[in-house]
């Protein structure tokens, strides 16, 4: 594996506020040109789930949603909106979870997550409505498209990381995590190659892109939208192309679910 | 909180083998002005568990450990060396999961982990013996140690965080993970800050030092000990400091124990 000597993050300036139907590629496009920061073959862009999400169309307002007695009991506990309970078990497939101001689901991707990722933060209230925002249909896709779209663009081989921030179980704090990619190796497998004094590394398998997400955070911040789009150059991938969805550990192989 | 707008990572170049007792501060000094690299203020040292390990003389030689029974029972179950059970079960305060091939335990020092952070690649083999490496006693105080010893060195203020590779529960593949910090907020508290539409963030705390050993994990790699500190120049951390200690989720919190 080719070592990374010298990574660069840069925040996308100035990023422009994204709106359902927007064309993601080409905003981001059209602001990597604004500041100068054409990319090139091997960087990363990596993208905020949020702006994708909006770009999809995935908010939806509160007051169409109608709290079955399942997700009103379970808002009883918790201690949260009934329809915002009965959207985020619409995006599940089980409670894996759940105690007051507390909820974590199995996203129906996968993910387990608070909320099913759902928030309720940085979406513009209009006309007093109040909207959430679910995560994109299908974050690789996502990616795998943006990829397509900014690599045509700026005609070199581009790599795209779509990130949301996770707790964790035995960690407090939030980091960054990929829950869509394209263009790299979202996992590494270094099992069967050696380590420095030549014995093979019995377990070695590298979240490759939630590290790039986690380090891209560290840019976008959690307080506003400001910086949802970073470029990251300089990073040696030349693993085998593999998706977000990778990095997911399948149920079977679960023990804390 | 002031924003991140571009992160630089260099990997000091042809760190040297540490050894025993090696006074790795004034190693990582050296290597740093040898590669001219001199750290200004605000800069983050990332310095690999490993390093700081075997410097602190945490390597234990196999041979000198006596399996005990409850070791022996537990290595046939998991499938492990029983002297590298016992070993394991010595550093920890409970066994959290165990089957073939797997063994996460609560460490002494709180972290849920596999196998109690010990591993046996690149530790070198001498006269045949066989060598496992331990966690640092206290790392949050070894970077304290180093993080004062290298901003009197070079006359400005310093942040350090020591990192390691953690397995996640929902997760594949490894990421870092700070397990010691000194000079910055490893978690960042931004609960009670308005959004970008001036609602109240709800729940939003960031692991920003583990944010930062993901970061430099992307250079230090895992199949080598080629890199392992890495200079992070350009992170706006201005919150409190906190260690990496507070990172660690308590056991009362913990629904995943």
């Known amino acids: 594996m080719v070592a990374t000597h010298d990574l660069r993050l840069l925040a996308v300036p100035e990023f422009p506020l994204v709106r359902a139907g927007d064309d993601l590629a080409a905003l981001i496009g059209d602001a990597l040109v604004r500041a100068g920061m054409e990319p090139a073959t091997g960087d990363v862009i990596v993208v905020a789930q949020k702006i994708v999400s909006k770009a999809e169309g995935r908010e939806v307002d509160l007051a169409t949603i109608t709290a079955s007695p399942r997700a009103a009991e379970l808002a009883a506990e918790v201690g949260k909106d009934p329809r915002f309970v009965e959207a985020v078990l619409a995006e599940s ?86 829950i869509g990619a394209a263009g790299l190796a979202s996992m590494v497998d270094l099992r069967g190659q050696p380590d420095l004094f030549g014995r093979i590394l019995e377990v070695s398998i590298i979240g490759l892109a939630d590290e790039v997400a986690a380090a891209a955070s560290l840019l976008m911040g959690q307080a506003s939208e400001g910086q949802p789009v970073v470029l990251l150059r300089g990073l040696a991938h030349t693993a085998p192309e593999l998706p977000a969805s990778s990095l997911i550990r399948p149920a079977a192989e679960d023990l804390f679910r």
């Open 93 to 178: 497939v089980r409670v894996v979870r759940s105690r007051p101001n507390l909820l974590i689901v199995e996203h129906r991707l996968g993910f387990v997550m608070a909320n099913a990722g759902i928030d309720q933060s940085n979406v513009a209230p209009q006309d007093g409505v109040q909207r959430i925002l679910l995560l994109p249909c299908d974050p690789d896709a996502s990616a795998a498209s943006l990829r397509e779209r900014l690599s045509l663009r700026f005609g070199c081989d581009l790599a795209v990381v779509i990130t949301d921030s996770f707790g964790r179980a035995w960690r407090r704090g939030t980091v960054g995590i990929a």
